[in-house]
């Protein structure tokens, strides 16, 4: 069964950068027109969309955050990466990665400390 795994630091300090990564296992997800998707749940609220890397390479963010947060694939290490640079508190979530809206990963917790 194909699963996702979100995995990074638990803490990051305010004004770091966040990285976050998103691994497959227990198969292979072949590219079929559909996107990975970065998604996160802060404490007491809903679930709020990230960003997006579609298979056909194109990126896209949701505007609040477009300007400090980048989507990417490493080549190397297959896996999908979240890059999100001055963090603040309000960024603390749980993050989820999500391909093509129907396979979720479990979550990791982010805190980002003051």
């Known amino acids: 069964q194909v699963q996702l795994q979100e995995s990074g630091p638990g803490l990051v300090k305010s004004s770091q950068t966040l990285s976050l990564t998103c691994t497959v296992s227990?198969?292979?997800?072949?590219?079929?027109?559909?996107?990975w998707n970065w998604i996160r749940q802060p404490p007491g609220k809903g679930l709020e969309w990230i960003g997006a890397?579609?298979?056909?390479?194109?990126?896209y963010y949701s505007p609040s955050l477009k300007s400090r947060t980048s989507v990417f694939r490493d080549t190397s290490k297959d896996h999908i990466t979240l890059q999100m640079s001055s963090v603040t508190p309000e960024d603390t979530a749980v993050y989820y990665c999500?391909?093509?809206?129907?396979?979720w990963g479990q979550g990791t917790q982010v805190t980002v400390s003051s």
């Open positions: 999500v391909r093509a809206m129907s396979l």
């Open positions: 227990g198969g292979t997800i072949t590219p079929n027109d559909a996107a």
């Open positions: 890397l579609h298979d056909d390479g194109a990126t």
